[in-house]
């Protein structure tokens, strides 16, 4: 459907789909996909989605994979070969790989951009428009704190995370995830794939934060307020303006007290 409906994104969400999957498999192993944090998932245990057995099961996923992806992908053609013809019409047809990679903006600058009152981007300075609500300051670090949520996938999700900001930053990176080209206007499209990871993750830590202790709590809110006082002073993006950062701290403060007294009220 997204290769029917638009071919641009559809390019992204390929990609993303491709390392999404190596990243399930490497979370995950052998274990059935989203199975419980508790699941031991040995070598030797037959798995529930394949049948297979060790890393026969991850062998059975990707072959599964790609010929799910292939019937997609000749399902589309009727839509994908009269573009492909008529791209090569336009100056689209020309790919000209950056030879020296560069970096836009830092993380910090980047993480930055996920408060409220910021102006998107329409124009050509590649910044990504990643706001998701000012929650995440609070929720993402009970995620990488809850002990139910397996290291493995913490770690997985963490570098997943940081490969984005990578592909936003760095303009190889940021060519390849637009078909090889530079967008004209609004940059940094995959942006929507970043959101989805990032708001899955701070589900996960809401939906098990009764496992948060009030230390956890307290350390999540300290650091969100660290990192909006740090990047008061370090950013310079003149999108985000100087009443920004006071009105990301009194929503991170409102979440905090209503997360403080559920946890009071659940004691």
């Known amino acids: 459907l997204s290769i029917l409906s ?7 969400i390929c990609i ?10 490497v979370s995950y192993g052998t274990m059935p996909y989203f199975a419980d944090a508790h699941h031991s998932g040995t070598e030797d245990e037959e798995t529930e989605d394949t049948g297979a057995y060790g890393f026969e099961c991850i062998m059975v996923r990707g072959l599964r994979f790609g010929v799910y992806s292939l019937i997609a992908g ?30 836009y903006f830092t993380i910090i600058d980047m993480f930055a951009r996920q408060m409220p009152i910021v102006e998107t981007e329409q124009g050509l300075d590649h910044w990504p428009n990643i706001y998701a609500g000012a929650m995440v300051f609070l929720l993402l670090p009970l995620y990488f ?10 770690a997985v999700n963490g570098v997943l ?12 990176l940021n060519f390849i995830w637009h ?9 940094c499209r995959q942006s929507f794939i970043y959101t989805f990871i990032e708001l ?59 997360m403080y007294a559920d946890k009071l009220e659940k004691a």
């Open 6 to 12: 638009n071919y641009y994104i559809s390019i992204m």
């Open 179 to 187: 078909g090889f080209h530079y967008p004209n206007s609004l940059p």
């Open 74 to 103: 000749g399902l589309a053609a009727v839509t994908l070969l009269p573009e492909i013809f008529a791209l090569q019409l336009t100056a689209s047809s020309d790919i000209n790989f950056p030879h020296v990679a560069q970096q």
């Open 145 to 154: 704190m809850n002990k139910r949520i397996r290291m493995r996938e913490k």
């Open 161 to 172: 995370l940081i490969f984005f900001f990578l592909s936003f930053s760095i303009n190889m």
């Open 200 to 258: 899955s993750m701070c589900y996960e830590a809401y939906i098990k934060r009764h496992e948060a202790s009030v230390k956890q709590i307290g350390v999540s809110v300290a650091a969100a307020m660290g990192f909006i006082i740090l990047a008061q002073k370090v950013v310079t993006d003149d999108a985000i303006k100087w009443y920004t950062f006071y009105v990301t701290m009194l929503f991170v403060l409102i979440y905090f007290f209503f």
């Open 16 to 25: 993303f789909m491709v390392i999404y999957f190596i990243c399930l498999n």
